[in-house]
């Protein structure tokens, strides 16, 4: 049993002691067969919310009416849901109502694939009524019961199949990938953040090319939006993209890149991105914009962030097909630059201005500043403030003649 599993065994005994019965449930579950790292250990009770909350000190209803208690125990949170069952979806995300149950077996028959239906006790011991087990050492993504059903109550769930797709390298089950080629029009009920959430998880992750040629191969793209208009964009990303992207900014910045009809603007509109990734997407494209004219050049350098090298450079690859640039070699050249932005300059504009009282503050002073952060970035003038001072002299001579 995974160390995880061993922290929380004492909040499975406490709930025991209490007469009721508690199962390790979810992902953690599926991630310790699957021998990858476990990121939360969720737990499954015949408790209800008000009794877990008597039994522990310190709890959180983050989803009491769906059952849901957050606890702390030794410095770590745990979630501890209900047995429950739930009635149709039908606003395709949440159940219209939710009846708590006894039996371990009757949550388990709720969930979405037979990979995160499977429990364990305390002891180690699996219960799993839908061969969650057999399916996962075939590397099969199955969904509990009738896929119909599963993907009508919840169509994210299709997306969610795709992404783990994409995280695990598994396959979709035949009844599975069929019901998404029958029931993919339903996505476009669902709030188009949802799938974003999923999309960004799959386009980071190592199975990205699998992932992509099952949305391309059961219809998926054209309940998506720019993708439905623009098919040539998933054969696009097959032919170019060789491996995991860095983050959605990244990826709508190969997108827009592929297809420039479609502006940074429409894309983060339509798929409601925040600033910051819209931002981070220009970042890139600018960056690379100015690589394919200049090269590695301190201008580029300069306008790229530090934190933007990475996806930077696979961006490079991924459009270049150059797999000789590294971050390493960005990193370097970055660290020669002379200075690394605008503060970074011996001199500001409040300078400038004093240097001529006569003219009238205007676009004339964030001009010359463009023209010395210029001159300083490509090493023709030396950032030392009386040397600045001197070039804006004779600047201002060769304005006047």
């Not at 009846?99 to 979405?112: A, G, M, N, P, Q």
Request: proline share 4%.
């Amino acid at each position: 049993m995974k160390p995880e599993f061993k922290e929380a065994i004492p909040v499975l005994e406490k709930l025991e002691e209490h007469g009721f019965h508690a199962f390790f449930v979810g992902g953690s579950v599926r991630d310790s067969l699957l021998n990858r790292t476990i990121d939360d250990v969720d737990i499954a009770s015949n408790a209800t919310p008000e009794q877990v909350q008597k039994i522990f000190d310190k709890t959180i209803p983050i989803g009491i009416e769906h059952g849901t208690i957050m606890i702390r125990y030794n410095h770590i949170s745990y979630e501890v849901t209900t047995f429950r069952t739930e009635s149709d979806y039908t606003d395709f995300r949440h159940p219209e109502s939710v009846e708590f149950v006894k039996d371990i077996h009757e949550d388990l028959s709720r969930r979405d694939f037979t990979m995160n239906a499977i429990a364990m006790n305390k002891d180690g011991t699996l219960i799993d009524p839908y061969e969650g087990q057999m399916h996962i050492n075939e590397k099969r993504i199955e969904t509990v019961r009738n896929a119909d059903e599963r993907f009508q109550e919840d169509p994210l769930r299709m997306m969610r199949a795709l992404r783990f797709v994409s995280q695990l390298g598994f396959h979709l089950g035949k009844e599975a990938e069929d019901a998404i080629v029958r029931n993919h029009h339903l996505l476009e009920k669902i709030a188009v953040e949802r799938i974003a959430a999923e999309m960004e998880k799959l386009w980071k992750a190592p199975y990205i090319l699998k992932a992509l040629t099952i949305l391309y191969e059961t219809g998926i793209w054209q309940s998506l939006p720019v993708f439905k208009q623009h098919h040539t964009l998933i054969q696009k990303s097959l032919n170019h993209i060789p491996s995991p992207l860095y983050s959605l900014a990244e990826a709508i910045a190969c997108m827009h890149l592929f297809y420039p009809n479609v502006s940074i603007d429409d894309w983060c509109k339509r798929w409601k991105l925040s600033k910051a990734i819209k931002h981070r997407s220009y970042d890139l494209i600018n960056g690379y914009q100015l690589y394919r004219v200049q090269g590695l050049t301190p201008e580029t350098l300069y306008r790229l962030k530090p934190e933007l090298f990475e996806e930077f450079v696979h961006l490079v690859t991924v459009l270049t097909g150059n797999s000789q640039l590294t971050v390493k070699e960005v990193e370097r050249a970055y660290q020669q630059l002379p200075i690394k932005n605008r503060n970074d300059l011996n001199i500001n504009g409040h300078e400038i201005i004093r240097l001529y009282p006569d003219r009238n503050p205007g676009p004339w002073v964030r001009e010359w500043l463009d023209q010395i952060e210029k001159q300083v970035i490509n090493g023709e003038l030396q950032n030392e403030k009386q040397t600045i001072m001197e070039w804006v002299e004779q600047w201002n001579r060769r304005e006047r003649n």
